[in-house]
């Protein structure tokens, strides 16, 4: 069973920059995508960003395209998430999560996920 394990989340100024990090072990990257997820208490889910581990295609969230980037480093198993120029409404708790033979494109809108890491936590003040 794949296990998720998030780091890299903090507290930052509106203008910075942070990465997060997504280990992931416990199962084959063929046929899956793999996603960043945020939620705020009182919200909806929202996905940020998706890739199928495959062949790196990539999909984002239109609050987040030209400041986030999704990305993976196949030898450490893990998936990054870089985020520039983060705003106050970024803040949110920030999840990893992957499908099995999952559509990146349409969880991005509708993030149902099978499997979680128990997220990292980022603040953005202004």
């Known amino acids: 069973q794949p296990q998720l394990k998030e780091s890299g989340g903090g507290s930052v100024q509106a203008g910075g920059s942070l990465t997060l990090s997504c280990a992931a072990s416990g199962y084959s990257a063929r046929n899956t995508c793999v996603a960043w997820i945020r939620q705020t208490p009182g919200k909806e889910r929202e996905g940020v960003a998706t890739i199928y581990q495959d062949f790196g295609r990539t999909y984002y969230a239109d609050s987040v395209k030209e400041r986030f980037t999704i990305s993976q480093d196949n030898a450490k198993n893990t998936v990054y998430l870089q985020m520039n120029s983060l705003k106050p409404e970024d803040s949110a708790m920030y999840y990893c999560?992957?499908?099995?033979?999952?559509?990146?494109?349409?969880?991005?809108?509708?993030?149902?996920?099978?499997?979680w890491g128990q997220g990292t936590q980022v603040t953005v003040s202004s």
């Open positions: 999560a992957l499908e099995y033979g999952g559509n990146c494109r349409s969880k991005l809108a509708n993030p149902d996920f099978s499997y």
